[in-house]
């Protein structure tokens, strides 16, 4: 089945230690998203793409970086984790054509975890 | 500003009860999108539907029916005959036409008892 998938399922890393999170899709939508969701709140969209064009929030830490190669995959860049960036990531794909109407598909998350 | 209030944070039932799901919404914008995702313990984010603002009309698939209220802003979810497997929590969600960005509710978790 056409889907998105996220790896790892759980990570864990040591503060300060660089991490990379990846997601990829075999849908072929054009937009990719990276959401964070802390425990008991709602997911946070932290940046996305559509095609080759990056978005970020505004509140999106520096800490945070994305990386597309291609149109499947997208990684998630940590660059110094500190304990507040324990949460689940997600990965969402949808298509681009207008986009605002589009659901987004979700993939499992990985669960990051600091040490 | 847009913004999505979810009011019910948790709500516990006993299997077979039917349960509605409130969703209070805010935007400027005339043309938006509704949607309703459920998170089961596992996760992942699960799409159940998607709404626009222009079309008033409810819906029903199975156990599941959306109320949508432009005159009050509402886009309310009923589970009928409520089955230990809709345990999860449950977001709403609005998105304006010209982005992708989904505002989303707090969540409502929903317990189902058998």
């Known amino acids: 089945d056409a889907m998105v998938i996220q790896n790892p399922r759980y990570q864990v890393t040591q503060f300060g230690k660089p991490v990379t999170l990846s997601c990829s899709q075999t849908l072929n939508h054009n937009v990719m998203y990276w959401y964070q969701q802390k425990s008991s709140q709602a997911p946070k969209l932290l940046f996305h793409y559509y095609d080759k064009d990056f978005n970020n929030e505004a509140d999106t830490p520096d800490n945070f970086q994305s990386r597309r190669p291609n149109t499947s995959f997208c990684f998630l860049d940590i660059r110094s984790p500190g304990l507040g960036d324990a949460a689940m990531y997600l990965c969402?794909?949808?298509?681009?054509?207008?986009?605002?109407?589009?659901?987004?598909?979700f993939g499992d998350g990985t669960r990051l975890s600091i040490l | 500003a847009q913004k999505v209030t979810q009011a019910q944070t948790e709500i516990s039932v006993v299997e077979k009860e039917d349960v509605t799901l409130d969703c209070v919404y805010e935007t400027r914008d005339t043309t938006y999108y509704l949607f309703w995702y459920k998170q089961p313990p596992s996760g992942e984010l699960v799409f159940l539907i998607r709404r626009n603002s222009f079309d008033e009309q409810n819906e029903i698939s199975g156990r599941y029916s959306w109320n949508f209220q432009k005159s009050t802003s509402s886009f309310n979810f009923t589970i009928t005959a409520s089955q230990v497997v809709d345990s999860a929590v449950y977001f709403c969600?609005?998105?304006?036409?010209?982005?992708?960005?989904?505002?989303f509710g707090q969540g409502t978790e929903l317990s189902v008892k058998p």
């Open positions: 969600a609005l998105s304006e036409a010209g982005g992708g960005k989904l505002i």
């Open positions: 969402a794909t949808s298509r681009g054509r207008d986009r605002g109407s589009q659901p987004q598909h």
